[in-house]
């Protein structure tokens, strides 16, 4: 468990995410041409896309109206907005400028809730568009200098960006994670980005600072390739701790920009304040102000889907689950959580249907082809002792695999009846017989002794007996 | 020379073929081209090609465009496919762009003939063509004088007869005060009435492409083709070409013309004389004379030369050896970078992408770039308050005629008060033209300059034909 807990004397960690995401758009942001991961090099490119002389950039509706759902779903204003340059040189950079949001974002003062009501300010969310991709060669850093030459893909050049920025209000690794899924699901939800950390649709640079709590802010460092939400934790623990250490051992802490290294986990200085670029960020002339109606704002906001966040509690309540445990994250993610409120509806018993689901569904998508009915009498059959919970599983997989069917007559054919309660005292009470020494220590309170009369169990009743039934047989005769 | 609505008229009912029309100012370019230096490429073959095919259509009764057969220079900063645009620049000798502008796709359909590409001022920064890299243009009138800048060559082309019309971009005055300088119509509209879309771009804010012709009708009908919305350009004003043709006979009776009565110093009286001659005209032809304030003028100049050098270093920073122009190969990437634009850009493009770079970096942004929008904010408000009591407003289009080569090289600040009367209507984005009216002490033309508000082209056209009828 990483969490600020682990820094010592009191030092309080004070995170702030600033997570980019590429919209799933048809088209670029300013150009025709497509948006799309993984074509050939230098094919999805125009005159605008590689910044040729006389080219101007025409904005993309449908990246507005992306970027309004995510303001929206982040409890933003949606706010008349305009594009700047930032002025910088780099090969990937066809324009030596990138389009993006200055003073006048188009979405501000959000806020995003993780689990324990905790409340993370969104300062921003803003339209960009991305850089092509470099790869160098040669040389042992991996970057530009030092390398003997660079290819470039300006496929992603153009892309469009929006921009997440939380306010500095996360105070531990643990949130940051939960922060980066909870943030991950809801763009999943709205249809904004497929958030695919890997392929880099999603990526976080992550700002992280230490102060003693009622002090100012430290300086804080900000760390880039965090590409994954694990790594977001590890790279905020170990800049955290390097962090404490280089003060406590008389340093100070340098405004510089880190780079996460995940192989050897750790951060390392990538540049300093000093060599940092001047952007000379100005109002973009080629492009006009952005004012969306309020009627397009209202119609975005209406056909917004019910968020992850309240769908996860509504699947709690329905089945008895915890609103922040895996299970109902999973579900949630995933879509199905309409499906289980199906199997439910069909009388399923709400626990044993979320669970299944969560356990034996990952690969069926948000409409898992089995009939929610069939679903839902495996799980009564269970709950009713009809078949045992080792059976039951075999069931589930035997209805995955046929597409649904009548589990009553699968559990006949596969032999399965669940034994009585006077059938299973007779093999308990034989299984004691034959194992007088294992008994002898499980009644003196030896509870690993428990496992050998079990295993003997359900070996006489080849897998039909329910363990916890056994169990519970052999503890109530123990107490007398 | 024939005009250009003679041209039309006559190769689209027969009586004229493109081919001649062509051909005969091939052979001015071929007696003249080589003293005057108007063009960086002469497309002779791709112009006899389009002339043929022109006439065919007509031969075969097809229906031709609004300027079929009309010879036309373009500006070498319009990008024509697969035709080396170069901006007289060294960075981007030998680039041929994979797209036609907008305005190069609407001459073509309209049947225009492209003879070729005019010299100017490297990236059209400059008054004179001197700062072209391939050489200056002449003026034809006298090669011993300037033709005016930056899109000297295109006025140039039309003043030798080289072509009957040609386009030029105008940022602070490059359309205007080279028509001035070289006795021809030249016209800035409306920001964002002709698309940008193609055109390299020096200051977008600023920068509109517009005509050069040898008289006023020809320049509305060049214009009207060429105006209307692109979705190319995001700055495209949303409406249709405004008729233009339709108002020149209208005259100027009970129009109310604008004198300005604090007009910056510095003007030739020669050149003053001939403004009032014009106020004369335009009085007898039935117009109020009316005095107005532009107390924001003054500051204009020096604003400009913070806006438009300010966009020039962002613009003009893609130009870095990556993707394409010329590249001087270096140790490492910074070097490369610094030896391509090193060698690449001529001398007046470094000083402007220096001054834009500080006045947008931090610490003096407020002071410089900032106030500087203050200016332009100012003058637009000037105007507004002028346009309420007038329909326009006529001034000099430049404060002297066409002036010696080499008599403002080497003093910067001398060839930027060229464009002293011309960028006040750039930064308001309003149009202006200059239109020839006499001459000065030294015979060389000079232009008036009429300008309008926003939209305001039919007023200005109004009064433009009435000069030139008084001229």
């Known amino acids: 468990m990483s969490d600020n807990a682990v820094l010592p004397n009191g030092w309080q960690l004070v995170v702030g995410l600033e997570v980019h995401v590429e919209l799933a758009t048809k088209t670029k942001m300013f150009s025709a041409s497509a948006n799309r991961f993984g074509d050939e090099p230098n094919t999805n490119i125009d005159p605008v896309t590689l910044g040729l002389p006389g080219a101007l950039p025409v904005l993309n509706k449908h990246a507005v109206e992306l970027a309004m759902r995510i303001g929206l779903a982040l409890n933003c204003k949606v706010q008349p907005c305009t594009f700047h340059r930032k002025n910088y040189f780099y090969p990937d950079l066809p324009k030596a400028y990138q389009i993006t949001q200055y003073d006048h974002p188009l979405n501000v003062d959000g806020f995003l809730m993780l689990p324990g009501e905790v409340r993370i300010g969104i300062e921003r969310a803003h339209l960009e568009e991305d850089t092509g991709k470099s790869t160098h060669f040669g040389g042992t850093s991996g970057r530009i200098h030092g390398s003997d030459y660079s290819l470039i893909d300006f496929n992603r050049a153009g892309v469009p960006l929006v921009e997440i920025v939380s306010r500095p209000d996360i105070r531990t690794s643990e949130q940051a994670r939960q922060y980066v899924a909870e943030l991950r699901a809801i763009l999943l939800a709205v249809g904004a980005s497929d958030a695919k950390m890997e392929e880099g649709s999603m990526r976080c640079d992550v700002n992280v600072s230490v102060h003693k709590p009622g002090t100012p802010f430290g300086t804080r460092c900000e760390i880039k390739n965090v590409n994954s939400i694990r790594s977001v934790g590890r790279a905020i623990d170990y800049e955290a701790r390097r962090q404490v250490d280089l003060i406590e051992g008389g340093g100070t802490v340098r405004q510089e920009t880190r780079h996460w290294d995940d192989a050897s986990g750790r951060t390392e200085t990538l540049r300093t304040k000093e060599d940092a670029d001047d952007y000379r960020y100005f109002l973009e002339p080629d492009l006009v102000p952005l004012a969306p109606e309020q009627s397009w704002v209202d119609q975005v906001r209406a056909a917004l889907p019910v968020l992850p966040a309240a769908r996860r509690n509504a699947l709690a309540e329905l089945c008895g689950i915890d609103k922040d445990g895996e299970s109902a994250f999973v579900v949630v993610e995933r879509g199905q959580d309409d499906y289980v409120r199906q199997v439910v509806g069909n009388g399923g018993d709400p626990r044993r249907s979320v669970i299944y689901v969560q356990q034996a569904f990952a690969e069926q998508g948000a409409m898992p082809k089995v009939p929610a009915k069939d679903l839902a009498a495996l799980t009564i059959l269970e709950r009713d002792a009809k078949v045992t919970s080792t059976q039951a599983k075999s069931l589930l997989t035997d209805l995955i695999e046929a597409g649904g069917g009548d589990v009553v007559a699968m559990a006949t054919k596969r032999g399965f009846e669940a034994l009585d309660t006077g059938a299973l005292e007779a093999m308990v009470d034989a299984a004691i017989a034959a194992e007088p020494g294992a008994w002898q220590k499980y009644c003196d309170g030896e509870e690993k002794a428990l496992g050998a009369l079990v295993g003997a169990i359900m070996k006489s009743s080849k897998g039909k007996a329910d363990g916890k039934a056994v169990t519970a047989i052999l503890q109530s005769k123990r107490k007398k | ?471």
């Open chain 2, 1 to 471: 020379m024939q005009k250009l609505v003679e041209i039309v008229a006559g190769v689209t009912d027969g009586s004229l073929t493109a081919t001649a029309v062509v051909e005969e100012h091939l052979g001015r370019i071929k007696a003249r081209e080589s003293e005057i230096h108007a063009f960086n490429l002469v497309t002779a073959d791709q112009a006899r090609e389009t002339a043929a095919r022109i006439d065919a259509d007509v031969k075969a009764g097809k229906k031709v465009g609004a300027l079929a057969g009309v010879p036309i220079a373009l500006k070498d900063n319009m990008c024509t496919r697969g035709i080396e645009t170069t901006c007289s620049s060294k960075i981007l000798q030998g680039w041929k762009p994979p797209y036609d502008a907008t305005v190069v796709t609407k001459l073509r359909q309209a049947g225009a003939v492209v003879v070729g590409k005019t010299n100017l001022d490297e990236f059209a920064m400059g008054s004179s063509t001197e700062n072209s890299a391939f050489g200056p243009t002449k003026n034809p009138l006298d090669i011993s004088r300037v033709p005016g800048g930056s899109s000297g060559g295109s006025a140039a082309a039309v003043s030798a007869g080289f072509a009957a019309a040609s386009l030029g971009s105008d940022t602070g005055g490059s359309i205007r005060q080279p028509a001035a300088l070289c006795g021809v119509v030249g016209v800035k509209p409306t920001y964002g009435t002709v698309s940008r879309y193609g055109l390299v771009a020096f200051a977008s804010s600023l920068d509109q492409i517009g005509p050069f012709t040898s008289d006023v009708r020809d320049a509305a009908t060049l214009l009207e083709v060429i105006s209307g919305h692109d979705p190319m350009d995001s700055t495209s004003i949303p409406q249709n070409a405004t008729s233009l043709v339709s108002v020149l006979e209208h005259g100027v009776k009970g129009m109310r013309i604008g004198r300005v009565t604090d007009l910056p110093e510095g003007c030739e009286p020669d050149v003053l004389a001939r403004l009032e001659a014009a106020f004369d005209a335009l009085r007898k032809a039935g117009a109020t004379i009316v005095d107005v304030k532009l107390p924001s003028l003054q500051y204009c100049l020096t604003a400009y030369y913070l806006i438009a050098p300010a966009e020039a270093s962002s613009n003009l920073a893609r130009y870095d050896g990556v993707r394409y122009g010329n590249r001087v190969e270096a140790a490492d990437l910074n070097a490369m970078y610094a030896a391509t634009r090193e060698a690449g850009f001529g001398e007046e493009v470094k000083r402007r992408i220096m001054l834009g770079t500080y006045a947008l970096s931090a610490g003096y942004y407020d002071a410089y770039y900032g106030k500087a929008l203050k200016v332009r904010r100012l003058i637009s408000d000037d105007f507004a308050r002028a346009y309420k009591d007038v329909d326009t407003i006529l001034t000099p289009t430049s404060p002297s005629t066409a002036f010696k080569f080499g008599s403002k090289t080497d003093n910067p600040l001398a060839m930027y008060l060229c464009d002293v009367f011309t960028i006040p209507t750039n930064l308001a984005g309003h149009p202006a033209m200059s239109v020839p009216f006499g001459v000065g002490a030294d015979s060389m033309p000079v232009g008036i300059q009429v300008l309008a508000t926003t939209m305001g082209e039919q007023a200005m056209f109004k009064v433009a034909a009435e000069l030139e009828r008084a001229s």
